[in-house]
T-cell receptor, first 116, second 115 residues
Framework: KAGVTQTPRYLIKTRGQQVTLSCSPISGHRSVSWYQQTPGQGLQFLFEYFSETQRNKGNFPGRFSGRQFSNSRSEMNVSTLELGDSALYLC???????????????FGNGTRLTVT | DQQVKQNSPSLSVQEGRISILNCDYTNSMFDYFLWYKKYPAEGPTFLIS?????DKNEDGRFTVFLNKSAKHLSLHIVPSQPGDSAVYFCAASAFEQGGSEKLVFGKGTKLTVNP
């Protein structure tokens, strides 16, 4: 079974631009969640989508948004990029149902975003 | 407010010895705890979990202990192997009002196992 695939692996953007990251979950997984990893803050939960609906949301500004398609693939968008948005963005998928209790998260290898 | 704390950014142990990684939490509503391991340039991988109704869960060389009264959990790796060298994240989850789920990670502890 193929794992969680994130594209692209690396991105360099300038302040003020916007960026879209893509995530393809493991086949059969309906929950997709997104995380930001920075050296200072560790792993922080952004949001979770299930059946094309945002079901859980972390404490990030509205510049961070996402969506999920009918095939469970998900995209995350960051608008008006700031230097502090430079981070590793990780996507994770899990089986349908509650995204923690029923099965652990399966992470992709992440997209490294650098904002200059 | 950091609800899940891993106070040791790094830990170094000798191969064959025990590694003990610690995690403290502040929110008494957390009822499920997980450990993830992360190698450089890879996403985290699930290691082991424990429900709040238990105080110990074991899987091979990995054991997680939960002390609810102290709001503390620890991951024991015995014996430690060089391949265990990675960053270990502790995570905690709880249901919030309205049915949504809160998931909080610690900042991670970098474990180095020396041959």
């Amino acid at each position: 079974k193929a794992g969680v695939t994130q594209t692209p692996r690396y991105l360099i953007k300038t302040r003020g631009q916007q960026v879209t990251l893509s995530c393809s979950p493991i086949s059969g997984h309906r929950s997709v969640s997104w995380y930001q990893q920075t050296p200072g803050q560790g792993l922080q939960f952004l949001f979770e989508y299930f059946s094309e609906t945002q079901r859980n949301k972390g404490n990030f500004p509205g510049r961070f948004s996402g969506r999920q398609f009918s095939n469970s693939r998900s995209e995350m968008n960051v608008s008006t990029l700031e230097l502090g948005d430079s981070a590793l963005y990780l996507c994770a998928s899990s089986l349908d149902g509650v995204f923690i209790y029923n099965s652990p998260l399966h992470f992709g290898n992440g997209t490294r975003l650098t904002v200059t | 407010d950091q609800q899940v704390k891993q106070n040791s950014p790094s830990l170094s142990v000798q191969e064959g010895r025990i590694s003990i990684l610690n995690c403290d939490y502040t929110n008494s509503m957390f009822d499920y705890f997980l450990w993830y391991k992360k190698y450089p340039a890879e996403g985290p991988t699930f290691l082991i979990s424990i429900s709040s109704i238990k105080d110990k869960n074991e899987d091979g060389r990995f054991t997680v202990f939960l002390n609810k009264s102290a709001k503390h959990l620890s991951l024991h790796i015995v014996p430690s192997q060089p391949g265990d060298s990675a960053v270990y994240f502790c995570a905690a989850s709880a249901f919030e009002q309205g049915g949504s789920e809160k998931l909080v990670f610690g900042k991670g502890t970098k474990l180095t196992v020396n041959p």
